[in-house]
């Protein structure tokens, strides 16, 4: 079965650098997510694609995160630079299209900052 | 915005027994979606529900939404160890994306 690709699998960082994580949807999905999920807690949507274009950021601080999916395949997230409260899950998923009935997700990128 | 309870927060019962597990929504559910997670890993698919008074069954898991559209609960049959994890209820607000409960936390003890 087809799956959502992330990388890397972990990552330790100290504050103030930058990382980035990468996400490739199942192939032909159009809708691209992005969730951080804090121990203990629900994932959180922080940005929403649709092919190329941006849906919804609104979760997104923007004067740290950035996020893109240019040729409307895979997608890159990045923070710069990483603060203490950013460790987290990050987990990306994909659907069909934004009237799609299921999300499917990757295994996520574990973020430690230190 | 719409708020999903999920009820209890963790759960520790015996293997065979059964468990249900609720979750709440603020307001009228247009779909609700049921996940499992492992610790550490991403969410796997396990249900979903649209319509008033609608149950769904897979293997020993039952869910079913109620004719309010406005809570759902999940029940495990005869629970066996691998039935062990985090339970995740989410709901799409009408934006075509999902928002999430914080979860309940299954262990089944041998």
């Known amino acids: 079965e087809a799956e959502v690709a992330q990388s890397p699998r972990y990552k330790i960082t100290e504050k103030s650098q930058a990382v980035a994580f990468w996400c490739d949807p199942i192939?032909?999905?159009?809708?691209l997510y992005w969730y951080r999920q804090i121990l203990g807690q629900g994932p959180e949507l922080l940005v929403q694609f649709q092919d190329e274009s941006v849906v919804d950021d609104s979760q997104l601080p923007k004067d740290r995160f950035s996020a893109e999916r240019l040729k409307g395949v895979d997608s890159t997230l990045k923070i710069q630079p990483a603060e203490l409260g950013d460790s987290a899950m990050y987990l990306c998923?994909?659907?069909?299209?934004?009237?799609?009935?299921?999300?499917?997700f990757g295994s996520g990128t574990q973020l430690s900052v230190l | 915005s719409q708020e999903l309870e999920q009820s209890p927060q963790s759960l520790i019962v015996q293997e065979g027994k059964n468990l249900t597990i609720n979750c709440t929504s603020s307001k009228t559910l247009y779909g609700l979606y049921w996940y499992k997670q492992k610790y550490g890993e991403g969410l796997i698919f396990l249900m979903m529900l649209q319509k008033g008074g609608e149950e769904k069954s897979h293997e020993k898991i039952t869910a079913k939404l109620d004719e309010k559209k406005q809570q759902s609960s999940l029940h495990i049959t005869a629970s066996q160890p691998s039935h062990a994890g985090i339970y995740l209820c989410?709901?799409?607000?009408?934006?075509?994306?999902?928002?999430f409960g914080k979860g309940t936390k299954l262990s089944v003890i041998p």
């Open positions: 998923a994909s659907s069909i299209n934004r009237v799609a009935e299921k999300l499917f």
């Open positions: 989410g709901a799409d607000p009408g934006s075509y994306q999902l928002t």
């Open positions: 192939s032909g999905h159009a809708t």
